[in-house]
């Protein structure tokens, strides 16, 4: 039976709730009839790189500015660590979210130090955009560079880069110099992956899913055993000592 989840300490209040799934859903609607989003230069058509061109893509040692914790470890789409590892943390986050950036400060490290680089567990960024644009352009650029197996690079730099909320603080500038930090990460495709139609489908579904479950607020932890469901999990802390009793937990089954 699963570890039974303790309250939290501290929570987001109420503009943090259920809204979320609706204020998404209305986001994603728009942006599948109107179209995309434009990342870079105030709408006018951009010219993609040849193939095998090497343009917009970020190479080499020291690229990753800092977060070399991440350096070694699989990414496949939103999922860090071990794609066999049989515990998976579920992190609902946004990415305009202070408390998120908190959690990523105090205790994402030490997890992954601990628990993903072995190949214990694995982390799923479950990311949603309820807070406003700036949220939901930051996602979409996250989620696309997912698809070249770099989401957890950007979204740690996203979390280091955090404005104020709704404050326009994710400039195009600032995608670009994300991106340039993050190595081997081809950003011209990013920028183009992030307003497609397949980004925003992606969207809708975690905010579907968090609104079956009843997810709160930000950020919310869900911890997955094998193919059972995964269940809910209310550290009382953002701090590591928090999460490795329920860890330790999934872990021995």
Same mark, same amino acid.
């Given at each position: 039976?699963?570890? #039974?989840?303790?309250?939290?300490?501290?929570? &987001? +209040?109420?503009?943090?709730?259920?809204?979320?799934?609706? =204020?998404?859903?209305?986001? #994603?609607?728009?942006?599948?009839?109107?179209?995309?989003?434009?990342?870079?230069?105030?709408?006018?058509?951009?010219? =993609?790189?040849? !193939?095998?061109?090497?343009?917009?893509?970020?190479?080499?040692?020291? =690229?990753?500015?800092?977060?070399?914790?991440?350096? +070694?470890?699989?990414?496949?789409?939103? #999922?860090?660590?071990?794609?066999?590892?049989?515990?998976?943390?579920?992190?609902?986050?946004?990415?305009?979210?202070?408390?998120?950036?908190?959690?990523?400060?105090?205790?994402?490290?030490?997890?992954?130090?601990?628990?993903?680089?072995?190949?214990?567990? $694995?982390?799923?960024?479950?990311?949603? =955009?309820?807070?406003?644009?700036?949220?939901?352009?930051?996602?979409?650029?996250?989620?696309?560079?997912?698809? !070249?197996? &770099?989401?957890?690079?950007?979204?740690?730099?996203?979390?280091?880069?955090?404005?104020?909320?709704?404050?326009?603080?994710?400039?195009?500038?600032?995608?670009?110099?994300?991106?340039?930090?993050?190595?081997?990460?081809?950003?011209? $495709?990013?920028k183009r992956d992030a307003h497609s139609a397949g980004i925003a489908k992606?969207?809708?579904?975690?905010?579907?899913?968090?609104?079956?479950?009843?997810?709160?607020?930000?950020?919310?932890?869900?911890? +997955?055993?094998?193919?059972?469901?995964?269940?809910?999990?209310?550290?009382?802390?953002?701090?590591?000592?928090?999460? &490795?009793?329920?860890?330790?937990?999934?872990?021995?089954?």
């Open positions: 039976m699963p570890p #039974v989840p303790r309250p939290p300490a501290t929570r &987001r +209040g109420p503009d943090r709730n259920l809204v979320l799934a609706i =204020a998404v859903a209305a986001l #994603v609607a728009a942006a599948l009839i109107v179209g995309s989003i434009v990342l870079s230069g105030g709408g006018g058509t951009s010219t =993609a790189p040849a !193939q095998g061109s090497t343009e917009g893509r970020t190479t080499g040692a020291g =690229a990753s500015g800092g977060i070399a914790f991440l350096d +070694g470890i699989p990414q496949h789409g939103t #999922v860090l660590g071990n794609p066999d590892a049989t515990v998976r943390l579920l992190q609902y986050e946004d990415l305009q979210c202070p408390i998120c950036r908190r959690y990523t400060e105090d205790a994402l490290q030490t997890i992954v130090e601990e628990y993903v680089r072995p190949g214990k567990v $694995k982390l799923d960024f479950r990311g949603l =955009a309820f807070l406003g644009a700036d949220s939901d352009k930051a996602l979409r650029v996250a989620l696309a560079a997912g698809r !070249q197996n &770099r989401l957890w690079h950007v979204v740690e730099l996203f979390y280091r880069e955090q404005g104020e909320e709704n404050s326009g603080w994710v400039t195009d500038a600032k995608v670009d110099e994300i991106l340039g930090r993050v190595p081997d990460l081809d950003a011209a $495709k990013v992606e969207i809708a579904a975690v905010a579907a899913e968090a609104a079956r479950r009843r997810v709160p607020g930000t950020p919310w932890f869900y911890i +997955g055993v094998g193919a059972g469901e995964p269940y809910e999990l209310q550290p009382a802390s953002l701090t590591p000592d928090a999460f &490795r009793p329920a860890l330790d937990g999934a872990l021995q089954g």
